[in-house]
């Protein structure tokens, strides 16, 4: 069976600051890795994916996530932070026949 | 059409009612999926749909629920006898093929069961 660990409930960050958001996964195949943000009250808006090639994978709003076999891990990151970043983030993997299996989220907050 | 639609985006039902959810996927896209999001949690899978059948059920929680794609595109998710732990936001999601390259996902419906 696959799995995905957000291992933080919530991170805070200054406006401006690098931020981090933790995913770790576990899979029996080869691992294709996502990030979805969801903002209130809307559905899940793909930010980037890792399927194979470059470990440092380059997304939407200028966010990046670095895979790590080693690991087996997948941390979204982001130079700076804006204010309108403030989400709740997912990270998800899918191996072989399988379906997209998504951590239980991480609240990202911003602050002024 | 241009993203992913589910209808309605919220449905208030009372226990031991009898609900509907539809989901309109990508033109195009043969794959189909439901999730079910608890507050606090990440979507939790339900039923897969390759075409007009299902490929994967396996996340049904009990026979009160079931889905259909009778043509391939629209789907219906169907669920018996609501009751209150049913209530969580539905969330449908379509991909051109097998889902490798991810998933574009609707806004959801947000179900309530008083």
């Known amino acids: 069976a696959q799995s995905v660990a957000q291992p933080e409930d919530q991170v805070n960050v200054a406006e401006g600051n690098p931020l981090t958001v933790k995913c770790t996964y576990s899979v029996s195949g080869n691992p294709y890795l996502f990030w979805y943000v969801q903002y209130p009250n809307r559905g899940l808006q793909f930010l980037l994916k890792y399927i194979t090639g470059d470990n440092l994978v380059k997304g939407s709003y200028g966010f990046e996530a670095e895979f790590n076999k080693s690991q087996t891990s997948f941390h979204l990151k982001k130079p700076s932070a804006l204010v309108s970043d403030s989400a709740l983030y997912f990270c998800?993997?899918?191996?072989?026949?399988?379906?997209?299996?998504f951590g239980k989220g991480t609240m990202l907050l911003v602050s002024p | 059409g241009a993203g992913v639609s589910q209808t309605p985006s919220n449905k208030v039902t009372e226990k031991g009612k009898y609900v509907e959810l539809r989901c309109d996927p990508i033109s195009g896209h043969t794959a189909l999926y439901w999730y079910r999001q608890s507050l606090g949690q990440g979507p939790e899978f339900l039923i897969y749909f390759q075409g007009t059948g299902a490929a994967d059920d396996s996340g049904l929680p009990n026979d009160r629920f079931f889905a259909v794609r009778p043509e391939g595109s629209v789907s219906t998710l169907k669920i018996q006898r609501t009751e209150r732990g049913d209530s969580a936001v539905y969330l449908c999601?379509?991909?051109?093929?097998?889902?490798?390259?991810?998933?574009?996902f609707g806004s959801g419906t947000r179900l309530t069961v008083v």
């Open positions: 998800a993997v899918i191996s072989g026949y399988s379906t997209l299996t």
């Open positions: 999601a379509s991909s051109p093929g097998r889902g490798d390259d991810g998933y574009t």
